[in-house]
């Protein structure tokens, strides 16, 4: 058996040993009397039979390796006791002072083998631990919420009676919480709550053990030393303390140390032209792409740049076709050069709008990857036009078109200067032909399909991960603004999402046909887009709000502006709708406030949202203010005229910027005390550490 002491990584946070036992694969344990968590082995199913990973002769496969994001990466590797021709490679990654540790499985054979399926379904465990003597909690990061239109966080209690009727819940998150400390168990992968990829079994003894539920992978896969199998990183992290301090070493773990793309967490400040263009089409009756052209774009980009943006996104329409993704020459005439010559001198980056999964017929991509094409049930789907540019077929991204994909976008950042990708209309599901990279002809078409939809996130988070790696500035969004989409904690890994579009459409609400104008609800200036875009900010406990893209409207009047200022500096920090149209003072509005916010951003992003009082009533307070600094804001809504009181959790920093009416004295111990009047609905803000 093994020689634990030769295999114990102590961090400042806790201490790591691997033991290699049947019972306990490997064990974390916070501070020196804290609970001691037991990892169980995964178990793999090879050739018929139940492996699981009990290990000897476990060594250093090689030195550790340090990555740019200030985590450190250790790898063993070791051989089954069971059957010595197949070896599991065990990589943690740590960072020391952070909770938080990810781990990975790598499943390798030097003699040919296959897993299995035995019973038809797949038969994989990823591990195992007791919650016993804990409350748990299951934290559910994908369930859609039609009222708002967008993904939430939910967290649920898992009361006793689960436990004793063998519940399976998704997760991704398991939390347990004893009198002393709180734990959590996850997993990075990602799809639309109930359609469980993976869950969590329960047991009356209090052991939640994490499983493979459908696609984790196909019978007959090969293993050899060629092909091994990798699994989902997992998440583990105990804490002194309640869920609360969980909770929030969490956020920290999410925004230093889950990826190593660091662009990507950073605040800045983004406008995308789609709201106008959509409004053009559908208040106007122009066509969707009548606006994408150089002078409308320049007029855009200045206004823009008066108003604080940073990071300007040209949303469909920029280009020729899908798939070889040239600038359109007969919409700007120089390739974008006037347009990214007039962002470099304001100190503001390009982005631009892709469907990663479309290539036009005649694109040289497609034509060079004809056999990539989704296919259901032995059929292709039919080429479609593409936001009014030419039919394109609809691409698999677990193919060998994935490489090619990531190329294309590599191009672009040398030749166009874009740093920046919004990834649009990626369906979870849709292809089940053989011949790509997710079934052979001799697995089910349901099989083929299932294991499409598993592995699609992680080619996306590949392609992502390979642009960074040699674009290192580049920052990629992935639009889940519809349902059945890959969200989880799988795609933060390597990006960040596009949370809300226009909101709910008046569909979900059962508003008749004959009032609409436009396909969307919120798209009007006043309190309600507000209200729900907001909404989903309870992510924030968890990840960090600037995760969560959400595009609020400059439209004047003011009251309207500061309520959608008041919301975006919460941390989803995006801007879309008429720049042009804007008054001088709404602009100058825009440009001052979020010039004060650019002071304290670092510490908005940092800390952790304080709600007082319900989305949409009155009032509505947010406090986020950084312990350590004191600096941050707090951000008052009301829609019921009268006064409001707040006094901060937080001692702050005692400069600070205020909208006009906002009264702001300080306790005796360095607390603010606001005090807010309204006659209407608005919103007002305090800006702690920051100056005018």
Same mark, same amino acid.
């Given at each position: 058996?093994?020689?634990?002491?030769?295999?114990?990584?102590?961090?400042?946070?806790?201490?790591?040993?691997?033991?290699?036992?049947?019972?306990?694969?490997?064990?974390?344990?916070?501070?020196?009397? #804290?609970?001691?968590?037991?990892?169980?082995?995964? +178990?793999?199913?090879?050739?018929?039979?139940?492996?699981?990973?009990?290990?000897?002769?476990?060594?250093?496969?090689?030195?550790?390796?340090?990555?740019?994001?200030?985590?450190?990466?250790?790898?063993?590797?070791?051989?089954?006791? @069971?059957?010595?021709?197949?070896?599991?490679?065990?990589?943690?990654?740590?960072?020391?002072?952070?909770? +938080?540790?990810?781990?990975?499985?790598?499943?390798?054979?030097?003699?040919?083998?296959?897993?299995?399926?035995?019973?038809?379904?797949?038969?994989?465990?990823?591990?195992?631990?007791?919650?016993?003597?804990?409350? +748990?909690?299951?934290?559910?990061?994908?369930?859609?919420?039609?009222?708002?239109?967008?993904?939430?966080?939910?967290?649920?209690?898992?009361?006793?009676?689960?436990?004793?009727?063998?519940?399976?819940?998704?997760?991704?998150?398991?939390?347990?919480?004893?009198?002393?400390?709180?734990?959590?168990?996850?997993?990075?992968?990602?799809?639309?709550?109930?359609?469980?990829?993976?869950?969590?079994?329960?047991?009356?003894?209090?052991?939640?053990?994490?499983?493979?539920?459908?696609?984790?992978?196909?019978?007959?896969?090969?293993?050899?030393?060629?092909?091994?199998?990798?699994?989902?990183?997992?998440?583990?992290?105990?804490?002194?303390?309640?869920?609360? !301090?969980?909770?929030?070493?969490?956020?920290?773990?999410?925004?230093?140390?889950?990826?190593?793309?660091?662009?990507?967490?950073?605040?800045?400040?983004?406008?995308?032209?789609? @709201?106008?263009?959509?409004?053009?089409?559908?208040?106007?009756? @122009?066509?969707?792409?009548?606006?994408?052209?150089?002078?409308?774009?320049?007029?855009?980009?200045?206004? !823009?740049?008066?108003?604080?943006?940073?990071?300007?996104?040209?949303?469909?329409?920029?280009?020729?076709?899908?798939?070889?993704?040239?600038?359109?020459?007969?919409?700007?005439?120089?390739?974008?050069?006037?347009?990214? !010559?007039?962002?470099?001198?304001?100190?503001?980056?390009?982005?631009?709008?892709?469907?990663?999964?479309?290539?036009?017929?005649?694109?040289?991509?497609?034509?060079?990857?004809?056999?990539?094409?989704?296919?259901?049930?032995?059929?292709?789907?039919?080429?479609?036009?593409?936001?009014?540019?030419?039919?394109?077929?609809?691409?698999?991204?677990?193919?060998?078109?994935?490489?090619?994909? $990531?190329?294309?976008?590599?191009?672009?950042?040398?030749?166009?200067?874009?740093?920046?990708?919004?990834?649009?209309?990626?369906?979870?599901?849709?292809?089940?032909?053989?011949?790509?990279?997710?079934? $052979?002809?001799?697995?089910?078409?349901?099989?083929?399909?299932?294991?499409?939809?598993?592995?699609?996130?992680?080619?996306?988070?590949?392609?992502?991960?390979?642009?960074?790696?040699?674009?290192?500035?580049?920052?990629?969004?992935?639009?889940?603004?519809?349902?059945?989409?890959?969200?989880?904690?799988?795609?933060?890994?390597?990006?960040?999402?596009?949370?809300?579009?226009? #909101?709910?459409?008046?569909?979900?609400?059962?508003?008749?046909?004959?009032?609409?104008?436009?396909?969307?609800?919120?798209?009007?200036?006043?309190?309600?887009?507000?209200?729900?875009?907001?909404?989903?900010?309870?992510?924030?406990?968890?990840?960090?709000?600037?995760?969560?893209?959400?595009?609020?409207?400059?439209?004047?009047?003011?009251?309207?502006?500061?309520?959608?200022?008041?919301?975006?500096?919460?941390?989803?920090?995006?801007?879309?709708?008429?720049?042009?149209?804007?008054?001088?003072?709404?602009?100058?509005?825009?440009?001052?406030?979020?010039?004060?916010?650019?002071?304290?951003?670092?510490?908005?992003?940092?800390?952790?949202?304080?709600?007082?009082?319900?989305?949409?009533?009155?009032?509505?307070?947010?406090?986020?203010?950084?312990?350590?600094?004191?600096?941050?804001? +707090?951000?008052?809504?009301?829609?019921?005229?009268?006064?409001?009181?707040?006094?901060?959790?937080?001692?702050?920093?005692?400069?600070?910027?205020?909208?006009?009416?906002?009264?702001?004295?300080?306790?005796?111990?360095?607390?603010?005390?606001?005090?807010?009047?309204?006659?209407?609905?608005?919103?007002?803000?305090?800006?702690? #550490?920051?100056?005018?």
């Amino acid at each position: 058996m093994l020689d634990t002491t030769l295999l114990s990584i102590p961090t400042s946070a806790y201490t790591l040993t691997v033991e290699g036992t049947a019972t306990c694969l490997w064990s974390y344990q916070a501070g020196a009397n #804290g609970r001691v968590v037991h990892i169980a082995p995964p +178990v793999f199913e090879v050739d018929g039979q139940s492996l699981p990973a009990v290990l000897h002769e476990l060594r250093f496969v090689t030195d550790p390796v340090s990555f740019r994001n200030g985590v450190w990466e250790y790898r063993f590797i070791g051989s089954f006791i @069971a059957d010595p021709r197949l070896g599991l490679e065990i990589a943690f990654r740590i960072a020391d002072g952070d909770p +938080v540790l990810r781990v990975q499985y790598v499943l390798l054979s030097d003699a040919p083998r296959h897993l299995t399926k035995s019973t038809g379904v797949d038969a994989l465990t990823y591990g195992a631990v007791s919650t016993a003597g804990c409350a +748990v909690t299951e934290v559910r990061f994908s369930e859609f919420n039609e009222m708002v239109h967008s993904f939430c966080l939910v967290e649920a209690e898992v009361p006793e009676r689960d436990f004793e009727n063998g519940r399976a819940l998704m997760g991704p998150m398991i939390v347990g919480q004893s009198e002393e400390q709180s734990f959590l168990l996850a997993y990075e992968h990602g799809s639309q709550a109930p359609d469980a990829f993976l869950q969590f079994h329960l047991d009356a003894a209090h052991t939640v053990t994490l499983r493979a539920r459908k696609g984790n992978y196909v019978h007959g896969q090969p293993l050899s030393a060629e092909h091994t199998y990798r699994t989902l990183w997992l998440q583990v992290a105990a804490v002194d303390g309640p869920v609360a !301090a969980l909770a929030a070493a969490y956020r920290r773990f999410v925004l230093t140390h889950q990826s190593q793309n660091l662009e990507s967490r950073k605040p800045y400040i983004f406008y995308n032209t789609w @709201a106008y263009q959509e409004r053009n089409q559908s208040w106007h009756g @122009a066509a969707f792409l009548d606006s994408m052209y150089e002078e409308r774009i320049l007029r855009e980009i200045d206004v !823009a740049h008066r108003m604080g943006v940073e990071v300007f996104v040209l949303d469909t329409g920029w280009y020729e076709k899908t798939g070889d993704w040239r600038v359109n020459r007969q919409r700007f005439s120089d390739g974008l050069r006037t347009v990214k !010559a007039r962002l470099d001198g304001y100190g503001m980056k390009l982005g631009l709008w892709f469907s990663p999964t479309e290539a036009a017929v005649t694109s040289v991509i497609n034509q060079q990857h004809l056999d990539c094409h989704i296919a259901a049930q032995g059929k292709e789907w039919t080429p479609h036009p593409v936001w009014e540019t030419e039919d394109s077929h609809n691409m698999c991204l677990v193919s060998r078109y994935r490489e090619a994909f $990531a190329e294309e976008l590599i191009r672009l950042v040398q030749d166009v200067g874009v740093t920046y990708f919004k990834w649009d209309a990626i369906g979870q599901y849709g292809c089940d032909a053989p011949g790509h990279q997710h079934g $052979a002809a001799d697995n089910t078409e349901q099989e083929r399909a299932d294991n499409y939809a598993f592995q699609l996130g992680l080619a996306m988070i590949e392609v992502v991960d390979r642009l960074c790696h040699a674009c290192p500035e580049a920052i990629v969004d992935f639009d889940v603004t519809e349902g059945g989409r890959f969200v989880g904690l799988g795609f933060l890994s390597a990006g960040k999402y596009f949370l809300i579009n226009n #909101g709910p459409y008046f569909g979900s609400y059962d508003i008749p046909d004959v009032v609409r104008n436009w396909c969307n609800i919120f798209v009007w200036p006043g309190p309600a887009r507000g209200w729900v875009c907001r909404t989903p900010l309870t992510y924030d406990r968890w990840i960090p709000s600037v995760l969560f893209l959400t595009h609020y409207l400059p439209d004047d009047p003011a009251d309207s502006q500061l309520i959608n200022i008041a919301s975006l500096i919460l941390g989803q920090n995006g801007i879309w709708g008429d720049l042009p149209a804007i008054s001088d003072d709404g602009v100058a509005r825009f440009g001052t406030l979020l010039g004060y916010y650019k002071q304290v951003r670092d510490a908005v992003t940092a800390s952790t949202q304080l709600r007082t009082g319900v989305v949409g009533g009155s009032p509505e307070i947010y406090e986020k203010i950084e312990d350590e600094s004191g600096k941050g804001v +707090v951000c008052l809504f009301a829609n019921a005229r009268g006064t409001y009181t707040y006094g901060t959790a937080q001692v702050v920093d005692r400069s600070f910027a205020a909208t006009d009416g906002a009264a702001v004295a300080f306790d005796d111990k360095g607390r603010a005390v606001i005090t807010c009047s309204f006659d209407k609905p608005g919103a007002h803000i305090v800006f702690f #550490g920051a100056t005018g």
